[in-house]
């Protein structure tokens, strides 16, 4: 059975940073693309960013989060990190953690395995 459980998130003000943790079970994570999305209230979900399996060395950012949000990948300990610094008020969310069933940071819940999410707020 495969488990997808995230962490990290909390409240900090405009300008802060926090680092979001996934933790992948039942699975072989690093034959997997994983990636982190988020959604806010009234929103579609959207991608934020994906890494590509074994060494990671795909990546890809949405544009809101370039040169802020760093993800990275630990094979040994199954887990995903998203590394969120100068946070602003749009980045609240939920962040969500997945892992690519098929294809390439696709939004859909049938290509991805997904955790339960993670609450991110930004104060201003």
């Known amino acids: ?43 579609e979900r959207e991608g934020v960013s994906c890494i590509s399996s074994y060494s990671g060395s795909r990546i890809t950012y949405a544009d809101s989060v370039k040169g802020r949000f760093t993800i990275s990948r630990d094979n040994a300990k199954n887990t995903l990190y998203l590394q969120m610094n100068g946070l602003k008020p749009e980045d609240t969310a939920t962040y969500y953690c997945a892992a690519a069933r098929g294809g390439w940071c ?19």
């Open 106 to 124: 696709s939004r859909s819940n049938e290509d991805n395995y997904w955790g339960q999410g993670t609450q991110v707020t930004v104060s201003s």
């Open 1 to 43: 059975q495969v488990q997808v459980v995230e962490s990290g998130g909390g409240l900090v003000q405009a300008g802060g940073s926090l680092r979001l943790s996934c933790t992948a079970s039942g699975l072989t994570f690093h034959t997997y693309h994983m990636g982190w999305f988020r959604q806010a209230p009234g929103r």
